[in-house]
Each structure stands twice: as structure tokens, then as C-alpha cells.
């Protein structure tokens, strides 16, 4: 089975703090997403990355940045946290770019911006 | 924006009963797949219905897709408590690369 290691369950910061959410995968996909969720908005798509050093925006990248330095890591980074940040951030990873796969999800980081 | 809607948005039903859950969708896609989601916890997939399939099974579980009316169907027959979740439907576009866009979800709720 594919397992998708989000770092922390819970994360509670400071608006202004950089504060970085890891997300490891051990099944050498390399598709990796990140996203966040929000009630009555569903899932909303920050960035994504094709494979190692690739990247691409989302439809919310704004205040985030994202770092894959290794096939099984996928990073998200606030560069200065807002209160309006506060979510719960899913992860997940895919099989090559083949669209009949789906997505294997990570448990979630719910972050709280105070 | 969400190219899947669910409806309706919460459900609440006995055991044993059948539930079904509805998406729309606004563009043509290539496939529909749909998560479940246990509170505070990760989406796990489902099943996945190409866009040449019509109905599909797994278990206790039942897809239709109508491409003609954009909309999709999930049956979860003689349901448990253990049922109890979020469920959402999510589209991969015909003109948007392999990007999933996801509906808002039915919370479902199953009483013993």
C-alpha cells in the first residue's frame, strides 16, 4: 500500500513565522500535490510538482511556496504566515502523468495561524 | 473554482438503509473518481469511472456517470455506522492535464 507521511498532525503558529509542512511518500511516485482544505470550499489546489526540482502553481499558490529536492519529498512553505492561512493542508502522490490513477492522500496537517 | 458539486450536502440515515450522493460537473472530463473522508483524517479513494463507462461496482458501492447531464451518482448500499464520513467527488478535465478538481462534499452520517 501507498503511504503518503505528512510530518505533523497538528501545528500551531505566529502570524510572520516561515513555517514549513513536510510530506514524504514511499512508493517513488512522481506526482506530488499539495493542498488545502476549508468547509464549504473544498479542496483547493496550492501547487504541484511532476517530479524532482518541478513545480507548478495551483489555483491558490499566493503566500506559499513549495521545495522538492527529493523524489519522495514534497515541501510547502509559508514564507510568512497569516491568520488567513489557518486550514487543514492535505498532501498527496501519483503515479506518472497517466489520468486514470488516483491520488493517494496523506492524513492532513491542520495548521492554526495565531 | 469547483467543477464537481455534491448534493446533497449532508445526509443522515439508519443502518442498513442505502445512500446515495450526487456530483455535477460543468466541463467534459476524462474520468470522475470518488474519496471518502473520516473526520480529521486523509481522502482515500474509492473508485474511478472513465468517461466511456456508464456504471461501475465495487462492493457495496455503485457509480453511474451521465456525461450527457454532467452528473454522477454514488450508491452505498446497506450502509454501516462505519460509513459515517465526507464523501466528494472529483473530476480530471479533458482540457486541464491530470489536475483532479474537487466538489464540496456530502457528510454522511450513519446511525446505529
Known amino acids: 500500500d501507498v503511504k503518503v507521511t505528512q510530518s505533523s498532525r497538528y501545528l500551531v503558529k505566529r502570524t510572520g513565522e516561515k513555517v514549513f509542512l513536510e510530506c514524504v511518500q514511499d512508493?517513488?511516485?512522481?506526482?506530488m500535490f499539495w493542498y488545502r482544505q476549508d468547509p464549504g470550499l473544498g479542496l483547493r489546489l496550492i501547487y504541484f510538482?511532476?517530479?524532482?526540482?518541478?513545480?507548478e502553481k495551483g489555483d491558490i499558490p499566493e503566500g506559499y511556496s513549495v521545495s522538492r529536492e527529493k523524489k519522495e519529498r514534497f515541501s510547502l512553505i509559508l514564507e510568512s504566515a497569516s491568520t488567513n492561512q489557518t486550514s487543514m493542508y492535505l498532501c498527496?502522490?501519483?503515479?506518472?502523468?497517466?489520468?486514470?490513477?488516483?491520488?493517494?492522500f496523506g492524513d492532513g496537517t491542520r495548521l492554526s495561524i495565531l | 473554482s469547483q467543477q464537481g458539486e455534491e448534493d446533497p450536502q449532508a445526509l443522515s440515515i439508519q443502518e442498513g438503509e442505502n445512500a446515495t450522493m450526487n456530483c455535477s460537473y460543468k466541463?467534459?472530463?476524462?474520468?470522475l473518481q470518488w474519496y471518502r473522508q473520516n473526520s480529521g483524517r486523509g481522502l482515500v479513494h474509492l473508485i474511478l469511472?472513465?468517461?466511456?463507462?456508464r456504471e461501475k461496482h465495487s462492493g457495496r458501492l455503485r457509480v453511474t456517470l451521465d456525461t450527457s447531464k454532467k452528473s454522477s451518482s454514488l450508491l452505498i448500499t446497506a450502509s454501516r455506522a462505519a460509513d459515517t464520513a465526507s464523501y466528494f467527488c472529483?473530476?480530471?478535465?479533458?482540457?486541464?492535464?491530470?489536475?483532479?478538481?474537487f466538489g464540496g462534499g456530502t457528510r454522511l452520517m450513519v446511525k446505529p
Open positions: 498527496a502522490s501519483k503515479r506518472v502523468l497517466i489520468r486514470n490513477q488516483p491520488q493517494h
Open positions: 512508493m517513488d511516485h512522481e506526482n
Open positions: 510538482s511532476y517530479d524532482v526540482k518541478m513545480k
Open positions: 466541463t467534459s472530463i476524462n474520468n
Open positions: 469511472i472513465r468517461s466511456n463507462e
Open positions: 472529483a473530476t480530471v478535465p479533458n482540457n486541464a492535464g491530470n489536475m483532479l478538481t
